[in-house]
C-alpha cells in the first residue's frame, strides 16, 4: 500500500524541483488542469508589465522594430521548433490551432489534387473535425471527411486519401496515436498527415523530422504555458515550403509586407503560413512560456508525468475501488500521455466538488474527469492529496450538492 510520505520522498529527489517556484500558483491550490491552461509562469508577469509599460507604453510604434515584435512568430516558431523535432525555419506561432489547421489542410489537399478524402478519428477534438468538414464544404469539389476510430485506423489509409489529420495524444483519454504505423501506411499509399500536437508539445516527447512529418499544429496555451488564449503553432517541412500555398492571403504572409504591392505574392518560407498582425502580448507571453520550457530536460519531464501518472492509477485502484470509476486512459505509461482520464456516471458534480476543495481538475462530456500532470509544478504529493480528496467526497457523498448539478458555460 502506497502512504503520503512515499509521495513526499519523491519530491524530495525530483530532479525538475526547482521549476515549482518559477510558476505563481496560489498557496494551497492542487493543479491538475495544465492539460487545458497551463499556469501563470513568475516571469511571464515580469514579462507583461515590460511589455505594457515599455515597449508600447514609451517605444509605442517603434517597438515593431526596435524590441522584435514583427519577427516574433519565427523567433518563438524556432524555439518551438527545437521542442518538437523540427529545423529553424520549420515552424511558426502565430493564430490559434483551428486557423492553422485549415491552412494546413487546405494546402495538403492541394498537394494531392487527384484526391478527394480526408481520413480523420471521429473522437478527434471537434475542432479538428468541424474545420476539416468546414474546409470541404467551402471547397466545393466533392470532398469529404471520412472517419475510423483507433482499430480501424490503419486499415482506413487507402490510396484515395489525400490526407490524414490525427491528434497525436487523444484530449480525452491520453492516449498516444502509434506515430510509426500511420506514418509508414500513409508513406505507403502516398498519403499527407497532418499531426495536431496540442496534448503533447511540452509534455511527450514529439520528433516531427525524424517521424518524417508533413505538417503539425499546437497550441500554446496548454504545457507550453503561454497563457489563455496563447497563440498557436504550425509546422511545415521544409520539403513541403514554398511549392503550394495556405488559402488565407494576409499581408503577413506576403513575401515583402511593407512593399505593400497591390497583388499578393506569397512569402516562399513558413512565414507564408501567418495571416495579419499578431497579439503582441500574448505572443511575449508565449515566449515566456516557451522558453522555460526549453530550460528543462525532455526526458525527465516524460520519467517524471509516465510516474505519476501510474502512481495516480495506483491510488484510484487502492482508494477508490467500488465507487463507480473507470480508469479510460493507456494503463501503460508508453501509450499515455501526460494525464489521467475516468469516467464516473456523476463526473461533472464529482468535479465540481473537488474545485470547491481546492483540487483542479476538468470534465468532458459525456462523462470524463480528467487529470493533467504538468511535470515542472506538479508535485508527487498533489497526487496523493487528489486522491485522498476525491475518497472522502465520495465515502461522504459530498458531491452530491444541488450546487454542483448545474453545469457552468465552460466545464
Ligand atoms: C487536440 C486539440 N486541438 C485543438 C484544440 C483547440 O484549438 P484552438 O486553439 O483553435 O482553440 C484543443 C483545445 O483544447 C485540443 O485539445
Known amino acids: 500500500m502506497l502512504n503520503r510520505e512515499h509521495f513526499e520522498d519523491l519530491d524530495k529527489t525530483d530532479p525538475l524541483t526547482s521549476f515549482y517556484e518559477e510558476f505563481d500558483l496560489p498557496e494551497g491550490i492542487v493543479y491538475l488542469d495544465g492539460n487545458s491552461l497551463g499556469p501563470l509562469p513568475k516571469k511571464s508577469k515580469e514579462r507583461a508589465r515590460q511589455v505594457v509599460e515599455q515597449e508600447w507604453g514609451r517605444d509605442l510604434i517603434k517597438s515593431w522594430n526596435k524590441a522584435g515584435w514583427f519577427h516574433m512568430g519565427e523567433r518563438i516558431g524556432d524555439k518551438i521548433g527545437g521542442l518538437i523535432g523540427a529545423d529553424p525555419g520549420e ?4 493564430d490559434n490551432t483551428s486557423i492553422n489547421l485549415f491552412k494546413v489542410l487546405s494546402l495538403a489537399l492541394d498537394m494531392r489534387a487527384d484526391r478527394r478524402k480526408i481520413l ?26 471520412i472517419f475510423a476510430e483507433r482499430d480501424q485506423l490503419i ?21 498516444i ?19 495536431d500536437l496540442c496534448h503533447s508539445a511540452g509534455a511527450v516527447p514529439v520528433e516531427l523530422n525524424d517521424w518524417k512529418a508533413d505538417f503539425a499544429v499546437g497550441c500554446g496555451y496548454k504545457y507550453l504555458n503561454g497563457g489563455p488564449g496563447a497563440p498557436s503553432f504550425v509546422y511545415v517541412a521544409k520539403r513541403h515550403q514554398g511549392r503550394f500555398r495556405q488559402p488565407l ?36 507571453l ?15 519531464i516524460r520519467e517524471k508525468s509516465k510516474r505519476m501518472g501510474d502512481l495516480f492509477i495506483q491510488l484510484v485502484d487502492e482508494k477508490l475501488e467500488g465507487y463507480g470509476f473507470e480508469i479510460v486512459s493507456p494503463r501503460d505509461a508508453e501509450e499515455r500521455g501526460s494525464q489521467v482520464a475516468m469516467t464516473h456516471e456523476y463526473g461533472y458534480p464529482v468535479v465540481q466538488a473537488l474545485i470547491e476543495r481546492n483540487i483542479i481538475g476538468d470534465f468532458r462530456a ?20 487528489m486522491v485522498e480528496t476525491l475518497q472522502d467526497v465520495m465515502q461522504k457523498n459530498l458531491w452530491n450538492l444541488p450546487e454542483y448539478q448545474a453545469k457552468a458555460a465552460v466545464t
Open 120 to 145: 480523420m478519428e471521429g473522437s478527434n477534438f471537434p475542432t479538428d473535425n468541424y474545420v476539416a468538414q468546414g474546409l470541404t464544404k467551402h471547397l466545393g469539389y466533392g470532398h469529404e471527411v
Open 155 to 175: 486499415d482506413a489509409i487507402t490510396e484515395d486519401v489525400a490526407v490524414v489529420s490525427l491528434v497525436h495524444v487523444h484530449y480525452k483519454t491520453g492516449r
Open 249 to 284: 492571403d494576409g499581408w503577413w504572409g506576403h513575401k515583402a509586407p511593407f512593399d505593400f504591392t497591390r497583388d499578393y505574392e506569397p512569402a516562399e518560407d513558413i512565414w507564408q503560413m501567418m495571416t495579419g498582425t499578431q497579439p503582441i502580448l500574448s505572443m511575449s
Open 177 to 195: 496515436m502509434d506515430v510509426k504505423a500511420v506514418m509508414e501506411k500513409a508513406r505507403s499509399v502516398g498519403a499527407l498527415v497532418v499531426w
Open 366 to 385: 459525456p462523462d470524463i474527469l480528467r487529470f493533467g500532470f504538468g511535470p515542472l509544478y506538479t508535485r508527487y504529493v498533489n497526487i496523493w492529496d
Open 286 to 300: 508565449l515566449e515566456e512560456g516557451v522558453d522555460q520550457m526549453t530550460r528543462a530536460d525532455m526526458g525527465l
Open 91 to 94: 515552424v511558426i506561432a502565430c
